[in-house]
């Protein structure tokens, strides 16, 4: 079955109603079996499951990964081999989309476990019971479900935003799921080919793997620049390039991440990594402001005027649009103009996200109060603060499938480190109510992307969120209170290094002797990203949105390595150059393969990468 999509042009000329009346009458498939009780208990099964890889990756690594790719094909071939035996029939493409919905949501809500909550852990040396870790991480989980609604509506459904994450989820589906067998076998192969090619480079990656199989000859380095390293050391002023994280990674997963980005989003990603890693970085460190090198060194300083720019330009963007979230919230109290809403039948109510957020950021507020000391009228400032984040967050991830969660938390935690300067727990558990709801709303929205290209039900997607964040909860909490029996202090040690939670509290500490502990520099950065961010969305806005670079694509690069940015950008670039070439050449095999399937090639490229990076992370830590 084909996706059907808007074009550029459509997107930009095309009412919020025409939109939603087109994909109600082209893309809708209301009939479908969606979130039945076999995909629920699937999403259930496979979520808690994942919810336990993801908190093993989180305690070694700091990071958490997606899992919706990995869920739907892992589900997809378990139904196709019931169906083969006689022991049941195969799964619909939308009771998989759901079933991811649910897996997805469980995978991601072990990240406070990870992060924020660890770090308060280590901080005071108590032990939080382990009911207020669950209710406390569930309340987070189910107020980021509400937060995401009310911007649902503009991001997915009016500006039609990638979400590459979540697309490529959707092509894996719709490849996995095709009904013309001639199109769906010839998907079903690049496919297979991309995501076998992407995963065969990840193993070789590995030196444990390549000596596990004996074969040490075909390790590939884990950046191509470590060839050049045998003969020379390239520096940017007398800073080895190394170290400011200036690689070239011989992955191939956030190149194909890239192809599904644009190119605006890619070349800004570059544009934003050189400007910050090539020539401010080095600047700094060689005056002294950057004390050290690499990465978490360079974040700490050059992150502000980045986190700055994205907030401007995400805020800006969004109320320079306010028709989008006005007529969305009209109908929540004038039934006229809910009555003439054509998906108000399927979509989420958002009175009952309006109602919701009150009740559930109220409890969290009150927990907030009443387990962590935290005075109730900086509890209730951190509500609004979520919106604002939420509101960055679902941008960021819209547009990269990267949530910068760490820097919102950071630039929640500055915040606090002025209006309650000192309390270093205060600071931390702040900053764990905005950036995990910020978090959460993401990958909700990234969860309803395949939905809606699909034909989903977006509140069954929602209520597909509400079970994964119950299944992660019930199985990974009290994993993880079984893995530190007991006794905060077991955490940072060899077994559970915790480098996420160690960052939190890195920043709480620094950050509560105040904000002009902030160099001088970075305070100026912020200022100069937050006026540079309005300044592009204006041109953004002024060219009809043809204005060739995003301002949160450069913030970004800001927040994260550039390696990560250098291969997205790589991916962005070579796609473009590709569609300009082929795309003259109709039927060319060019043509099929990087213009007419560039999503199923990049999709199963990330697919692949994604499930043996899994593994080889799981393989190496338990071996090291």
């Known amino acids: 079955m084909a996706i059907h999509q808007l074009s550029e042009e459509q997107i930009r000329t095309m009412s919020p109603a025409e939109k939603d009346r087109w994909w109600l009458e082209t893309v809708y498939k209301g009939d479908m079996p969606q979130l039945t009780v076999r995909s629920a208990l699937t999403g259930m099964l496979l979520g808690s499951v994942l919810s336990l890889t993801n908190l093993y990756i989180g305690i070694q690594t700091g990071w958490t990964l997606g899992v919706g790719i990995t869920s739907v094909i892992l589900a ?11 022991l049941g029939r195969e799964i619909t493409i939308l009771e998989n989309n759901a079933m991811q919905s649910i897996a997805t949501a469980a995978g991601y809500m072990t990240a406070p476990l990870v992060t924020s909550l660890a770090a308060y852990m280590i901080i005071t040396g108590r032990l939080i019971p382990m009911p207020v870790t669950m209710i406390w991480m569930i309340s987070l989980s189910l107020l980021g479900v509400l937060f995401a609604f009310p911007l649902k509506r503009r991001f997915i459904n009016d500006e039609q935003y990638p ?72 520096n940017i002023a007398g800073v080895p390039l190394t170290d400011l994280t200036i690689r070239l990674d011989s992955s191939i997963v956030m190149v194909a991440a890239g192809g599904l980005m644009g190119i605006r989003t890619g070349v800004s990603l570059l544009l934003g990594a050189v400007l910050n890693y090539c020539v401010l970085a080095p600047w700094a460190m060689k005056h002294g402001i950057i004390e050290g090198t690499g990465f978490r060194n360079i974040l700490m300083w050059g992150m502000w005027g980045g986190v700055a720019m994205m907030t401007t330009a995400s805020l800006f963007g969004f109320f320079s649009r306010p028709q989008v979230f006005a007529q969305a919230f009209r109908g929540i109290f004038n039934r006229k103009e ?41 509890g209730v400032l951190a509500i609004p603060l979520v919106f604002v984040f939420v509101t960055i967050g679902a941008t960021s991830a819209g547009l990269t499938s990267i949530t910068p969660t760490s820097a ?107 904000l002009s502990f902030l160099h001088p520099t970075a305070q100026i950065a912020v200022y100069v990203g937050a006026a ?84 080889i992370i799981l393989i190496e830590t338990t071996a090291g």
């Open 76 to 86: 997809f071939a378990a139904f196709k081999v019931l169906s083969r035996t006689g």
């Open 163 to 234: 979400f590459p994450e979540g697309r490529a989820c959707g092509i894996v589906l719709d490849a996995l799921h095709n009904e013309k067998a001639e199109e769906g076998l010839f998907k079903a192969k690049i496919l297979t080919v991309s995501a076998g090619l992407s995963a065969l480079i990840e193993l070789l990656r590995s030196e444990k793997i390549t000596h596990l199989i004996r074969m040490p000859f075909l390790k590939i380095p884990e950046y191509w620049d470590s060839i050049v390293y045998r003969f020379i050391t390239p």
């Open 338 to 378: 809910r009555d003439h809403d054509p998906l108000a039948h399927i979509e989420l109510p958002l009175k009952l996200s309006a109602v919701g957020t009150v009740i559930i950021g109220a409890f969290v507020v009150w927990m907030a109060w009443y387990f962590f000391q935290i005075q109730w009228w900086l």
């Open 408 to 514: 919102l938390g950071y630039l929640t935690q500055t915040t606090y480190s002025v209006l309650s300067p000192g309390r270093i727990t205060t600071n931390v558990m702040t900053a764990a109510i905005t950036a995990e709801v910020a978090s959460n709303s993401s990958n909700l929205l990234m969860d309803i992307k395949p939905g809606y290209m699909l034909g989903g039900k977006p509140r069954h997607q929602a209520m597909g969120h509400v079970l994964g964040i119950f299944a992660g909860a019930l199985v990974a909490i009290p994993v993880f209170y079984a893995m530190i029996q007991g006794d905060p202090a077991q955490l940072m040690s060899d077994k559970l290094p915790m480098p996420g939670a160690q960052a939190w509290r890195a920043v709480a500490e620094v950050l509560t002797r105040g």
């Open 532 to 615: 540079l961010g309005i300044l592009f969305e204006i041109a953004k806005k002024v060219t009809k949105n043809r204005f060739p670079l995003s301002a949160v694509g450069i913030g970004l690069a800001f927040v994260i390595s550039f390696s990560t940015s250098l291969s997205m950008a790589l991916g962005a670039i070579l796609f473009w150059i590709a569609g300009r070439i082929y795309g003259k050449r109709p039927g060319s095999l060019g043509y099929k393969l990087c213009v007419e399937n560039q999503e199923t090639l990049c999709a199963g490229a990330i697919a692949g990468g994604a499930i043996i990076g899994i593994l």
